[in-house]
T-cell receptor, first 113, second 115 residues
Framework: DAGITQSPRHKVTETGTPVTLRCHQTENHRYMYWYRQDPGHGLRLIHYSYGVKDTDKGEVSDGYSVSRSKTEDFLLTLESATSSQTSVYFC????????????FGQGTRLTVV | AQSVTQLDSQVPVFEEAPVELRCNYSSSVSVYLFWYVQYPNQGLQLLLKYLSGSTLVKGINGFEAEFNKSQTSFHLRKPSVHISDTAEYFCAVTANTGTASKLTFGTGTRLQVTL
């Protein structure tokens, strides 16, 4: 299995608080992604990275920011959590190349109350 | 920009029956297509991928998919399903555009296999 770890795996937080989710890889892959999974919506891309300090927005980026200061770590921050951000968040990694397979973490279940 | 549409949100099927899960894509450039499976409370894992060459792609667990460029489709099939195939299946696409490689998923199809 690809070396990808998400932390925490579960978190409950209050509305208005900042939250940071971490994705850590040991594969030295170039691309890293954050998705959220919600019933009826599948996986929606939040942000992705194509190198250290190189990131771009996905289709549902409002309310989220990311940082990648090292190849192995990709952080997702909810600046001020809202109930609409209750979801399961998945990190994925891919090696360089247009046609390469993505490997997924186990997910983080975030509940905003 | 590329996108994928999964036409069925749920597909019920009896064990040992054949199944087809439909996926259509849209892109202005050449695409690479994938099918992923997600078992309950797990992350996603790759079933198969189409990169180029033969339009019929074989994957794990007896699944196969056919790439049809004229119909912009990449339907997933299995001739005889098992209870253990019950899961959610996602079609995904990436395209050769720019410096970043965006990987876009469909909304998923829940396959429910019953006796």
């Amino acid at each position: 299995d690809a070396g990808i770890t998400q932390s925490p795996r579960h978190k409950v937080t209050e509305t208005g608080t900042p939250v940071t989710l971490r994705c850590h890889q040991t594969e030295n892959h170039r691309y890293m992604y954050w998705y959220r999974q919600d019933p009826g919506h599948g996986l929606r891309l939040i942000h992705y990275s194509y190198g250290v300090k190189d990131t771009d927005k996905g289709e549902v980026s409002d309310g989220y920011s990311v940082s990648r200061s090292k190849t192995e770590d990709f952080l997702l921050t909810l600046e001020s959590a809202t109930s609409s951000q209750t979801s399961v968040y998945f990190c994925a990694i891919r090696p360089t190349g247009w046609n390469t397979e993505a490997f997924f973490g186990q997910g983080t279940r975030l509940t905003v109350v | 920009a590329q996108s994928v549409t999964q036409l069925d949100s749920q597909v019920p099927v009896f064990e040992e029956a054949p199944v087809e899960l439909r996926c259509n894509y849209s892109s202005s450039v050449s695409v690479y297509l994938f099918w992923y499976v997600q078992y309950p409370n797990q992350g996603l894992q790759l079933l198969l991928k189409y990169l180029s060459g033969s339009t019929l792609v074989k994957g794990i667990n007896g699944f196969e998919a056919e790439f049809n460029k004229s119909q912009t489709s990449f339907h997933l099939r299995k001739p005889s399903v098992h209870i253990s195939d019950t899961a959610e299946y996602f079609c995904a696409v990436t395209a050769n555009t720019g410096t970043a490689s965006k990987l876009t998923f469909g909304t998923g199809t829940r396959l429910q296999v019953t006796l």
